[in-house]
Nanobody, 121 residues
Framework: QLQLVESGGGLVQPGGSLRLSCVAS????????MSWYRQAPGKERELVAS????????HYTDSVKGRFTISRDNAKNTVDLQMNSLKPEDTAVYYC??????????????WGQGTQVTVSS
């Protein structure tokens, strides 16, 4: 059973930076694809970025390309999201997700509890 905990959220001014972190406690996620999602009030949850198990494959949604960077450290069971040049529209609860396909072709998905990011003057 994989447990994920996000941290690093807070209040930041437009143009500022913030670094989010997601850690798995006592369970390795080295074989999982890791993703960051976000959800603003009244809106659908959307994918922000994802990274493959060996970091060779990375995806960003168009709205954050050039501003956000996803990275992972499998030895430490962490995945980070470095957010630069933040905009008010980046305000949302950010969630960490882990997923993998088992040997029985069953997809396992785990979610963290979320961390609030607020971009405002």
């Amino acid at each position: 059973q994989l447990q994920l905990v996000e941290s690093g959220g807070g209040l930041v001014q437009p143009g500022g930076s913030l670094r989010l972190s997601c850690v798995a406690s006592k369970v390795s996620f080295s074989n999982y694809v890791m993703s960051w999602y976000r959800q603003a009030p009244g809106k659908e949850r959307e994918l922000v970025a994802s990274i493959s198990s060996d970091s060779s494959g990375i995806h960003y949604t168009d709205s954050v390309k050039g501003r956000f960077t996803i990275s992972r450290d499998n030895a430490k069971n962490t995945v980070d999201l470095q957010m630069n040049s933040l905009k008010p529209e980046d305000t949302a609860v950010y969630y960490c997700k882990a997923s993998r396909t088992t040997n029985w072709a069953r997809i396992e998905t785990y979610w963290g509890q979320g961390t609030q990011v607020t971009v405002s003057s």
